[in-house]
C-alpha cells in the first residue's frame, strides 16, 4: 500500500516535470521564428544594432514588403509562380509514380521486388552532396545526348525532385498498402477491372492519408530548398524559385537584413498555412501503416 500511495505522489510530478520540458522545448524551437518576425518591421541598421527588441514602427513591415514587391532582383510574382509550378509538379508526379511502384513491389513477391525495395531505402541515406556533382554532369550529358536542356528549366529541377523524392515516399506508400486487404483488389479484379483500374479506382483512394502526410513533408522540403534549385537553375535563372530570389538581398559586400528577414517570413508563410491545415493528417498517415 505504501509503495501504491507513493507511485500516486509521484505521478503529478513527474507530469510537471514534462510539461515544463515541453514549455522549454516550445519557447526553443519558436525563438528563432519569433525573431524573424520581430526584425522583418525593421531597417537592415535596427537589425544589426538591436535585433532582440521589438520594432519602433511597425509600419517598416509594409515598407518592407513593398520594396520586395517591386525589386527587379528578386521578381517576387514571378519566383512565387515558379516556386508553384515547381512544387506542385513535384509533388503531383512523386505521389503517383511513387503510388504505384510501391503497389506493384508489396503485390509482386519476388525476389527482385525485395532487391528493387532495398535499391529505394538506399536512397535514404545517400547524403545529397554526395551525388550533387554527378548530377549536374548527368544533366549535362543528357542534354548533348537529347538535344533537350535540363539546366534553368522547370522539367529539369521537377525530374531531380522526383529522383529524391521517391524512395521516402515509396518507403512510406509500402508500409500502407501492406494493410490494405487483397481480396478487395481480387474482387474488383474478379467484377471485371483491370490492373490499372483496380489501383486508380481502388487503391489510390484508401492511400488519402499517406497522400496528405507525404504532401507536408515533400512540400516544406520543396517549397523552402535552396542547394537543388540552385545547382539546376542558378541565382539568375529564369525559372529560380523563391529561396533561389531571397538570396539575391545578399550581397557579397553588403546583407539587407531587414528586407531578407521580410522575404523569408513571406516565402515561409504558405508553407506554415499548409502545415496548418492538414497537421491532423500526418500522424495518422505516418501511423497508419505501422500495425498491419
Not at 511502384?101 to 527482385?112: E, G, S
Not at 535499391?119 to 548530377?135: R, S
Request: proline share 5%; net charge positive.
Amino acid at each position: 500500500m505504501e509503495k501504491i500511495a507513493k507511485r500516486r505522489k509521484s505521478i503529478p510530478i513527474m507530469v510537471i516535470i514534462l510539461e515544463v520540458l515541453a514549455v522549454a522545448l516550445l519557447l526553443i524551437f519558436f525563438f528563432p521564428f519569433a525573431m524573424v518576425i520581430i526584425n522583418s518591421a525593421k531597417t537592415g541598421t535596427e537589425v544589426v544594432l538591436t535585433p532582440l527588441q521589438f520594432p519602433n514602427n511597425w509600419g517598416t513591415f509594409v515598407r518592407n514588403v513593398n520594396e520586395i514587391l517591386t525589386r527587379d532582383n528578386i521578381d517576387y510574382f514571378r519566383s512565387f509562380a515558379n516556386s508553384i509550378i515547381i512544387t506542385v509538379t513535384s509533388l503531383l508526379t512523386i505521389r503517383i509514380f511513387s503510388a504505384m511502384a510501391a503497389w506493384v513491389l508489396v503485390r509482386t513477391k519476388t525476389k527482385y521486388s525485395f532487391a528493387i525495395f532495398m535499391f529505394f531505402l538506399a536512397g535514404m541515406v545517400i547524403p545529397f552532396q554526395v551525388v550533387m556533382l554527378p548530377l549536374v554532369r548527368l544533366l549535362q550529358d543528357l542534354r548533348s545526348l537529347t538535344g533537350i536542356p535540363f539546366r534553368d528549366t522547370f522539367h529539369g529541377v521537377i525530374l531531380a525532385y522526383m529522383g529524391f523524392g521517391a524512395p521516402l515516399s515509396v518507403f512510406l506508400f509500402h508500409g500502407f498498402i501492406k494493410s490494405i486487404p487483397i481480396d478487395i483488389e481480387e474482387a474488383a479484379i474478379i467484377d471485371g477491372c483491370s490492373k490499372p483500374q483496380v489501383f486508380f479506382r481502388i487503391v489510390l483512394p484508401v492511400l488519402k492519408p499517406i497522400f496528405v502526410t507525404l504532401l507536408v513533408l515533400n512540400g516544406m522540403w520543396i517549397w523552402n530548398d535552396y542547394l537543388l534549385p540552385v545547382l539546376i537553375i542558378g541565382l539568375g535563372g529564369a525559372t529560380k524559385t523563391l529561396p533561389l530570389a531571397v538570396a539575391n538581398l545578399a550581397g557579397f559586400y553588403d546583407k539587407e537584413w531587414g528586407l531578407i528577414l521580410t522575404s523569408v517570413l513571406m516565402a515561409a508563410a504558405p508553407v506554415l498555412i499548409l502545415f496548418l491545415f492538414a497537421q491532423k493528417h500526418i500522424i495518422k498517415g505516418m501511423t497508419s501503416g505501422a500495425v498491419k
